[in-house]
């Protein structure tokens, strides 16, 4: 679905644009990039790595970084979906690292909290209830299960070779990556004007360390975990700067579907999925509100929300941590995108066109298109150098045909 908020008092636009990307995990990551080419390969002349200012969150700021860095989507799909031996090479592994530092320190815990927790029952039997004996064991778990520490190591590599710099005060475009202080539990935004000295990299390693999955990540004696936790997208950081057209993709919907009498729903999948709807509910919700608030906030700016369907079971049964079907569920955001615009391009096209910008009806609409399409094109940069070095050719030769 492509949610559609046109500016309540539009003006002449100010070529102004920006980007904004939720979170939601590998998943979302994937599900973003497809979304991001479909969007490219259908829109002209559209260059995601052109926009002014970029947001991200999450998942969502790993992306951000690499286009705000002037990484284009073809490379960066090569890089982290397809794999191509040819680019820096990409191991899921790398983020699946597990925190041996914390479980070691946490086990050196274990003895004193036991033999603790026990003395307490020992002394308070009737008044130490269950719950009270797991809260004082369970300081014995580490804050997370893994480090993503390696995930901050493979995007510095990744800017160093394909993108322009890790500091925030050097890139060309603005970048925000939004993350959460643990201990204030405030928003903390990183770049501009705001802890702009802290690298790039680092930042997207604080705004993805989802509590419990990853441990938090200490920078300057801070720590920080998912900007999530606190901010869907955080759009606002670019309508702010005056942003006048902005493309927001949210890959995490809740899921909606009719159920018979008889069934039990999203119950007979047990624990993960109920916790997988609850974070997709709350999720949405904070992403609605904002939406609302913009319109009225920001009357001059035109917003084209990307998102699933809420009755996508592909993508609801897809684990959120999964990486096996990275390509599959690339081009599948890819052709679940250029089918929304399609259906909705009668609410698009206006928007579009106050801005200049019109639909690729070539690419839209031709049957049996898939990413590789997309990827395997040349950039118009490409066509360009191309065709001049072809005219130029072709001069060479005829001036040489004149002189002979």
């Excluded at 493309?247 to 899921?255: D, G, K, L, R, S």
């Excluded at 509910?281 to 509100?289: F, G, N, P």
């Excluded at 298109?369 to 050719?393: C, G, V």
Aim: contains cysteine.
């Amino acid at each position: 679905m492509i949610t559609v908020k046109a500016a309540k008092t539009p003006t002449k636009s100010n070529q102004k644009f920006g980007l904004a990307l939720a979170g939601g995990g590998p998943l979302g990551g994937f599900y973003e990039l497809g979304a991001l080419c479909a969007l490219e390969d259908c829109l002209e002349p559209l260059d995601m790595t052109e926009m002014d200012i970029y947001v991200g969150v999450s998942a969502g700021a790993f992306i951000a970084a690499g286009l705000a860095n002037g990484i284009d989507l073809r490379t960066m799909a090569k890089i982290f979906v397809f794999s191509h031996r040819t680019e820096t090479p990409f191991n899921p592994d790398h983020f699946l690292q597990p925190a041996y530092k914390d479980y070691l320190l946490n086990l050196a815990k274990t003895p004193h909290l036991i033999s603790k927790t026990i003395l307490k029952w020992l002394k308070h039997p009737l008044k130490t209830s269950v719950v009270d004996m797991l809260e004082m064991a369970g300081k014995a778990l580490p804050a997370g299960v893994f480090n993503n520490e390696k995930l901050e190591n493979f995007l510095r590599t990744i800017i160093e070779d394909h993108g322009q710099t890790n500091d925030f005060r050097q890139l060309k475009k603005h970048l925000y990556v939004v993350a959460c202080e643990l201990n204030s539990g405030r928003i903390a935004a990183f770049g501009n004007n705001s802890n702009n000295h802290i690298p790039i990299s680092k930042a997207v390693q604080a705004s993805s360390a989802l509590p419990g999955l990853y441990s938090p990540v200490k920078i300057e004696g801070k720590y920080y975990v998912d900007g999530a936790l606190r901010r869907t997208m955080n759009a606002s950081a670019a309508l702010k700067q005056d942003t006048q057209l902005l493309f927001a993709v949210n890959p995490i919907v809740p899921f909606e579907r009719d159920i018979k009498i008889n069934e039990k729903g999203l119950t007979e999948g047990g624990l993960p999925l109920v916790l997988s709807q609850t974070f997709r509910s709350i999720v949405q919700s904070r992403l609605k509100s904002g939406l609302d608030k913009y319109e009225s906030l920001y009357p001059q700016a035109d917003i084209i929300l990307a998102e699933p369907d809420a009755d996508d079971e592909t993508l609801f049964n897809s684990n959120l941590f999964s990486y096996s079907k990275r390509d599959q569920l690339c081009d599948y955001a890819y052709q679940l995108t250029r089918n929304h615009l399609r259906a909705q391009q009668d609410q698009i096209i206006p928007v579009l066109e106050r801005h200049g910008i019109y639909l690729n009806h070539k690419n839209l609409h031709e049957k049996g298109r898939t990413i590789h399409a997309f990827l395997d094109q040349k950039t118009k940069h490409a066509q360009w150098t191309e065709n001049l070095n072809q005219s130029l050719d072709a001069l060479e030769r005829n001036i040489r045909a004149a002189n002979s």
